[in-house]
């Protein structure tokens, strides 16, 4: 393994869990789940030469992450929109999760693709400069954005 | 409820390593499923083809002696010469633009992946359509440089009107041909690709 196979091997492993997030939040089967695991670990490789350094390693692997997940063929949803939030109860989860992330989750889930990298990357930290950035939309438009995904999630979050 | 704090909570219980995660241990081995990867592929295909015909035609310009027969193949071989440069420098600007998808915008990149591509794939079925009219006449010149008799065949009206009802039918058919293949390795990819292109342009 060389320095740089392990220099990058080691950045992945600290921070992979930017990869959980996103397969979790943009994929419903098990086997993309593991494609795109290595989908993105094989595009991050790939670039990673070209990583200036100017980004945090996270930052760069969360538009790695993202940029790869918005292009790979998945599997269609199986999940129809709205389907899970109506008929969500809030009952006892075995899993232990809480109502507020699982319907938070749902309704994340039912956002388009787009809105749902916005408001992910909002809600994990990043400013309106670095979203805009990152999905090439201008400042503007991401402030926009991301004041009607908030109001459409606090909508859906006290329906439930 | 507050948004940030059911993040965290999600952060914590949903968002974790997926059931049936497996470690990557060697990245540089594993086979990419992407669709601008396929794209990449598919431009590297055409390339090889461009390259395998291009030798196939210069083989053949050595082949034939009759200077009718070399000067069709002449052409030929100077359109693929063409179009393998033309093929080469798209995929150059394919590749380079996917490294900058992981640099700069996704929009921008994706944008400039589907414009490359598709004008690529558009110019050279166009271009191709003054091509074909050659490729017949070259095919079929060197069918009569089979025969003994090419000069005095290539002078008989019968033969040359064959040769023009040839030129005129197989050049839509090849055209056809050309735009169904160009569908099959490229067009899903595309719309693919214009579909979230227009979902991230979508007004508000």
Request: proline share 3%.
């Amino acid at each position: 393994m060389t320095v740089t196979e392990k220099e990058f091997t080691a950045l992945m492993r600290e921070n992979r869990g930017i990869i959980f997030k996103v397969i979790r939040l943009y994929v419903n089967h098990p086997e993309d789940e593991q494609d795109l695991f290595q989908e993105i670990h094989l595009q991050a490789w790939r670039s990673y030469t070209r990583f200036n350094g100017l980004s945090k390693f996270s930052t760069w692997l969360y538009r790695v992450s993202l940029n790869t997940v918005l292009t790979f063929k998945r599997r269609p949803v199986l999940v129809k929109p709205d389907e899970n939030l109506e008929h969500y109860g809030g009952t006892h989860d075995p899993h232990g999760r809480t109502e507020e992330s699982e319907a938070l989750y749902l309704a994340i889930r039912e956002l388009s693709e787009i809105d749902r990298m916005i408001i992910t990357l909002h809600l994990d930290g990043y400013d309106n400069e670095e979203i805009a950035d990152i999905s090439g939309l201008t400042k503007n438009n991401v402030a926009v954005k991301l004041h009607r995904i908030k109001e459409a999630l606090t909508k859906k979050l006290k329906v439930n | 409820m507050d948004l940030n704090e059911a993040w965290k909570k999600l952060e914590a219980e949903r968002l974790e390593k997926p059931a049936a995660w497996k470690a990557v241990d060697h990245p540089e081995k594993c086979r990419s499923r992407h669709p601008v990867i396929r794209l990449k592929k598919s431009q590297e295909t055409t390339l090889v083809f461009s390259v395998i015909f291009l030798l196939v035609f210069v083989v053949l310009f050595f082949l034939f002696d009759p200077w009718l027969v070399k000067l069709f193949i002449g052409i030929i071989i100077g359109a693929y010469v063409f179009f393998t440069w033309y093929n080469y420098i798209t995929y150059r600007n394919l590749k380079r633009q996917w490294q900058k998808a992981f640099e700069g915008s996704l929009k921008t990149a994706l944008q400039n992946i589907h414009s490359i591509v598709y004008k690529s794939i558009r110019f050279q079925e166009k271009a191709a359509l003054f091509i074909y009219p050659f490729s017949v006449a070259a095919g079929y010149m060197m069918g009569l440089a089979q025969h003994d008799n090419f000069e005095s065949d290539i002078r008989d009206s019968r033969i040359l009107l064959v040769l023009l009802i040839a030129a005129v039918t197989m050049t839509p058919v090849c055209y056809y041909l050309a735009k169904w293949m160009y569908k099959i390795s490229y067009d899903k990819y595309l719309k693919q690709l214009q579909s979230l292109i227009d979902e991230i342009d979508k007004p508000e």
